[in-house]
């Protein structure tokens, strides 16, 4: 015992240092990164969120999007994997559509193990679940790759509103009368109520009705220019 301590003291004591200095650099940078990040994310209203990527709300919908890069050894066992944890059909990695036709020459050998058909397999009790969970979390991609998962839906994240308050502020034209008629029209044409001369007269007296600006009346051709800007 005595001469292994010796030995075992023996070590370069000097790059265990030098790595902890880099180490508590690193903590300190990321830790206020992930303040900022966390503070960006509090800002974010409930009328606001609905509009965002589900990522940045959701630790499902990031969990959903994490991955590995496809080269990586864990990559299809992972997709498999995540829905246990997503509370999904556990369904098999071979549902994976994404599946190459043949494996990367630089990834392991397969073992297989051959099973007696009629051996009872038990994958539903807890204990078998608890398995699967712990495997799925030991193949899960790291931290960084969760959050690169997060940049990538913000770069593809575009806004969409639907119905017809999509057709309200689908112009550049943001005048609240011009928004109003191509929302209230966008409502008729949802409901197959055609635009006939006749229709537009009577869209022109509700919309001054509802509006109620006196001076500033509705007119049929403010309505026609709203239907030909209200996507069919």
Same mark, same amino acid.
């Given at each position: 015992m005595f001469i292994g301590a010796g030995w075992v003291a023996h070590r370069n004591y000097q790059t265990v240092r030098t790595n902890i200095k880099a180490a508590k650099t690193l903590v300190g940078k990321v830790g206020k990164a992930a303040f900022q990040l966390a503070e960006l994310l509090h800002q974010i209203a *409930?009328?606001?969120?609905?509009?965002?990527?589900?990522? #940045?709300?959701?630790?499902?919908?990031?969990?959903?999007?994490?991955? @590995?890069?496809?080269? @990586? &050894?864990? #990559? @299809?066992?992972?997709?498999?994997?995540?829905?246990?944890?997503?509370?999904?059909? &556990?369904?098999?990695?071979?549902?994976?559509?994404?599946? *190459?036709?043949?494996a990367p020459a630089d990834h392991p050998a397969v073992e297989l193990e051959f099973v007696d058909p009629d051996a009872h397999q038990d994958t539903e009790s *807890?204990?078998?679940?608890?398995? $699967?969970?712990?495997?799925?979390?030991?193949?899960?991609?790291?931290?960084?790759? $969760?959050?690169?998962?997060?940049?990538?839906?913000a770069s593809e994240w575009a806004p969409i509103e639907s119905d017809f308050v999509g057709d309200g502020i689908?112009?550049?034209?943001? $005048?609240?009368?011009?928004?109003?008629?191509?929302? #209230?029209?966008?409502?008729?044409? $949802?409901?197959?109520i055609e635009l006939s001369p006749a229709i537009i007269e009577a869209a022109v007296v509700t919309a001054t009705v509802v509006l109620?600006?006196?001076?500033? *009346?509705v007119l049929a051709s403010e309505v026609r220019n709203a239907r030909a800007q209200v996507a069919t």
């Open positions: *409930p009328e606001v969120g609905q509009y965002l990527p589900p990522e #940045f709300v959701s630790l499902e919908a990031l969990i959903e999007r994490a991955d @590995h890069d496809q080269n @990586h &050894r864990n #990559f @299809h066992m992972w997709r498999g994997l995540k829905r246990i944890l997503l509370g999904r059909d &556990r369904g098999s990695v071979e549902d994976d559509d994404s599946r *190459p036709a043949s *807890p204990a078998a679940t608890r398995g $699967a969970i712990r495997y799925a979390w030991d193949v899960s991609p790291d931290v960084a790759s $969760a959050l690169a998962g997060l940049s990538r839906a689908a112009s550049r034209k943001n $005048a609240p009368k011009a928004q109003y008629l191509r929302g #209230f029209l966008s409502l008729l044409l $949802a409901n197959r109620n600006w006196p001076n500033d *009346p």
